[in-house]
C-alpha cells in the first residue's frame, strides 16, 4: 500500500491522550484506510507499561467537506464502545474502546479514536481472512463445531451491543476481528463508525449507509421500516452464510441491486456452494432447516425477522449442533493441521518483547485464566481483578463475594470462567446471568479446576495431612472423589484432551511426579521423570492432545501421543510457569527469564528473554502461534511477538 500524505504526517507523532494523564500513543505505521479515514498501529505509552493500539483518524478533506457530521462518526464509536467498558469483565466479542481525542495536522483539527489491537495471527485478523485461509487450506470453508463457536461468539457481542442501546449496522466479515484458536478463538465485532447510540440523535441525512450485502434495507432506505436490533439480525445471518461457504448470501456490490435481491423471496441454498462443509453436504435436512433460518433473517419486513441476535442464535445453533455431532472441545483435525504444519520459525530472533506492565504492584496472582486476546480473570489477594489489556481493574460485578475465600480460576471458554475455592465452592462466571453454583461436598477445598462443569471438569481438593482428591464433574455433577494416594500435593493441571488431564506435584516421599488422570476412568498413569523435589507447573495444548510439566531443578517432562521425554530446561533453576501452542512449541518461565524449546524430539531448551529487573517468578504463561504472554505474581506482564 502506497503511503498516503495524512500517513507521511502523522508517522512517528506522540499522540497526546486528553483523559488519562500521562498517557501517549506513539503512531508508527498504517493498517488500512478508506475513504473517511486512517487506522494506524500504535503503541499506548504511560506509567502502567506499554499496549499496541489501533488509532483511527478522519481524513483532512472529510472534515472540510462533511464537518460535523464527519466527527459524528468517531463520537458514535466511542459513545457506542465506551458503554460497553462499564462492565467489568466486558464482553470479550466486541473491541475495547481505549480512548479518544483530536490531533492537530498541518492547520487541521483531526478527531481520533483508540481501540485495542488484535493480534490475528498466521490465518488471519478478520472473519473474512481467516474464512479465506480456511478454503485455502483445508478445501472447505468453516466446520459445523466452528461456525457453532463463530455463531455463540456473534450473539453474545450484538446482545452487549444492543443492552447499551445501539445498533451497529454494518456487521460483515471484514469487521469482525478474530485472534486465538481453536476452542479459545475469539471474534469480536469492530468498526463501529454508522452505529446508531441510543441519546446520540443526529443522522448522517441521505447518504446510503452499510455494505451492499449485508445491510439491511431499512437502514439505507427509511421508507422500509425502523432501524433496531432486527436490522443486525440481517447482517448476522449473512455473515453466517459466509463463515459456512465462504460466499456471500447476497452477491453484490450495488445497493439497488441488493435492495432487489432481498426483495425477491428465492434465497440460496447451503447445498449450491463449493466451500460447504462435507458434515453439511452430508446432511441434505440439516442444510434446509439452516436455510430457512437464513430466509427469515433476512426477510424484507423487519417485523417478519428474528427480533434479536439471540433469538436468530437459538433458531440455528440446533441445526449447526446436529451437524457437528456429539459436541467436543476440540478443533476439527483439518483444522489443526492447516495450521500445525505451518513452517516452523526455530529463531526468536525477529519477535519483539513489551512490558505491558511493570513489576512492583501490591496484589499477589494466586492464579489467572487467559482470555485468547490475551486478556485474564485473576484471583488474587484483592479478590477478583481483571487485565483488559493495558490496566488492572476490580472485578467486584461478576456476582462472587471474595470473603467466600477463592483459591483458583481456569477458562471455560471466551467470556466463561470456573472458580474454585473454600468449602465447596465451585462457580461458573460470565455473560450476562450471572454466576452458575455447583455444590460441591462442603468440606472441599479447590485449589485448582479446569474444563467445563455442565461438561467435564477435574477440581483438585486438598485438606490437611489427607491426600489430594480428585473430583471429576460431569454434567454438573461432582462423582466420587479419588484420592491420588502417592500424593503429597498436587502443584497444577491441564487438559490434554476430551477426558484427560496432566496432574503434577509432590509424592509422600519428596520427589516430583506428573500423571496423566483420566476422569471418566478415575485412573491415574504416572510418567517416568528425572530426580526432582517437585513439578509445579503443567500446561497442555487440548487441540493436539500434548503437553508439559515442569518445577524444580529445571526438570521438564513432555507427552506426545503417548511418548514420554525428559529434558532440563536449566538446572540452576526452579520452573514456575508453562505454556504450549498449537505447533508443539513449549515455553516455561522462572524469575526474570523465558525459555522456549521447539517440538522435535529432544530438542534443547534456550532462552527467549530475561531481565533482572523482573524480581517475582513468572507464574503463568499463555502461548498461540506468534505470541506469548507472561504473568508474574506481582501482576507484572510481558508479551512476546513474532515480526
Not at 469480536?188 to 434495507?217: E, M, Q, W
Not at 441488493?258 to 453439511?280: H, I, K, N, Q
Not at 533453576?573 to 522435535?600: F, H, I, K, N, Y
Amino acid at each position: 500500500m502506497a503511503e498516503s500524505p495524512l500517513a507521511s504526517l502523522l508517522a512517528g507523532q506522540l499522540v497526546r491522550s486528553e483523559s488519562t494523564p500521562g498517557v501517549g500513543y506513539r503512531l508508527q505505521h498504517v493498517l488500512g484506510e478508506g475513504g473517511m479515514g486512517i487506522a494506524l498501529y500504535a503503541i499506548r505509552q504511560g506509567p502502567g507499561g506499554s499496549t499496541p493500539a489501533v488509532l483511527k483518524v478522519m481524513k483532512p478533506d472529510v472534515m472540510a467537506s462533511a464537518g460535523p457530521t464527519a466527527a459524528l462518526m468517531i463520537q458514535k464509536e466511542a459513545v457506542a464502545l465506551g458503554r460497553l467498558n462499564e462492565r467489568v469483565p466486558p464482553t470479550p466479542f466486541v473491541v475495547r474502546f481505549m480512548d479518544t481525542g483530536t490531533v492537530a495536522v498541518d492547520r487541521a483539527t483531526l478527531p481520533w479514536i483508540a481501540l485495542e489491537y488484535v493480534h490475528g495471527g498466521a490465518e488471519g485478523t478478520t472473519l473474512e481472512q481467516r474464512v479465506a485461509y480456511s478454503v485455502k487450506n483445508t478445501t472447505f470453508a468453516f466446520d459445523a463445531s466452528r461456525t457453532t463457536h463463530t455463531v455463540e461468539c456473534l450473539a453474545e457481542g450484538l446482545a452487549a451491543i444492543h443492552d447499551v442501546g445501539v445498533v451497529h449496522r454494518d456487521l460483515t466479515p471484514g469487521n469482525v476481528l478474530c485472534c486465538g484458536f481453536g476452542a479459545s478463538e475469539i471474534l469480536k465485532i469492530a468498526d463501529f463508525g454508522i452505529a446508531r447510540p441510543a441519546g446520540v440523535t443526529n443522522t448522517f441525512g441521505s447518504v446510503l449507509l452499510g455494505t451492499p450485502g449485508y445491510a439491511a434495507p431499512e437502514q439505507s432506505f427509511s421508507s422500509e421500516g425502523d432501524v433496531g436490533p432486527w436490522t443486525d439480525v440481517f447482517g448476522f445471518a449473512c455473515v453466517v452464510f459466509y463463515a459456512l461457504t465462504g460466499e456471500q448470501y447476497f452477491d453484490t456490490a450495488n445497493f439497488a441491486q441488493a435492495l432487489l435481491m432481498v426483495r425477491d423471496t428465492r434465497r440460496r441454498s447451503l447445498l449450491e456452494c463449493r466451500g460447504l462443509s462435507p458434515e453439511f453436504r452430508e446432511n441434505p435436512a440439516i442444510c434446509r432447516n439452516i436455510d430457512q433460518v437464513f430466509a427469515r433473517a433476512t426477510a424484507m419486513t423487519p417485523t417478519e425477522r428474528h427480533p434479536s441476535a439471540q433469538e436468530f442464535a437459538g433458531a440455528i445453533l440446533p441445526s449447526l449442533r446436529g451437524a457437528a455431532g456429539p459436541r467436543s472441545q476440540r478443533a476439527s483435525e483439518r483444522w489443526v493441521q492447516s495450521v500445525a504444519s505451518r513452517p516452523f520459525e526455530r529463531s526468536l530472533a525477529n519477535w519483539t518483547w513489551t512490558v505491558r506492565h511493570p513489576p512492583g504492584d501490591d496484589r499477589l496472582v494466586r492464579g489467572i485464566a487467559w482470555d485468547g486476546d490475551g486478556h485474564g480473570l485473576a484471583v488474587t489477594t484483592d479478590g477478583l481483578s481483571y487485565w483488559n489489556g493495558s490496566t488492572w481493574q476490580p472485578a467486584a460485578a461478576v456476582g462472587i463475594d471474595p470473603a467466600l475465600g477463592l483459591r483458583s480460576i481456569s477458562l471455560v471458554r471466551p467470556g466463561r470462567w470456573i472458580i474454585g475455592g473454600e468449602s465447596g465452592l465451585l462457580a461458573m462466571i460470565g455473560g450476562e446471568l450471572g454466576p452458575t453454583l455447583f455444590h460441591g461436598p462442603p468440606a472441599a477445598d479447590f485449589s485448582l479446576v479446569n474444563g467445563d462443569p455442565l461438561d467435564l471438569a477435574l477440581a483438585v481438593s486438598e485438606t490437611g495431612n489427607s491426600p489430594p482428591l480428585l473430583y471429576t464433574v460431569a454434567a454438573g455433577h461432582f462423582f466420587r472423589p479419588v484420592p491420588l494416594e502417592a500424593a503429597r500435593t498436587i502443584a497444577a493441571i491441564a487438559r490434554l484432551d476430551e477426558a484427560r488431564w496432566i496432574v503434577a506435584g509432590r509424592t509422600t516421599q519428596g520427589t516430583g511426579f506428573a500423571a496423566v488422570y483420566s476422569a471418566l476412568e478415575f485412573e491415574a498413569t504416572f510418567l517416568l521423570a528425572p530426580p526432582t523435589d517437585a513439578l509445579t507447573t503443567c500446561a497442555a495444548h487440548l487441540d493436539r492432545g500434548i503437553g508439559v510439566a515442569a518445577g524444580r531443578r529445571g526438570v521438564a517432562v513432555r507427552f506426545d501421543a503417548g511418548r514420554t521425554e525428559s529434558t532440563i530446561v536449566e538446572s540452576s533453576t526452579d520452573v514456575a510457569s508453562a505454556a504450549m501452542d498449537v505447533q508443539g512449541r513449549a515455553w516455561a518461565g522462572a524469575s526474570g527469564r523465558l525459555w522456549t524449546q521447539s517440538p522435535e524430539p529432544r530438542a534443547p531448551w534456550f532462552r527467549a528473554w530475561e531481565d533482572p529487573g523482573f524480581r517475582t517468578p513468572f507464574v503463568s504463561l499463555r502461548a498461540d502461534l506468534g505470541v506469548v504472554t507472561a504473568m508474574t505474581v506481582d501482576g507484572a506482564v510481558l508479551e512476546g511477538r513474532a515480526g
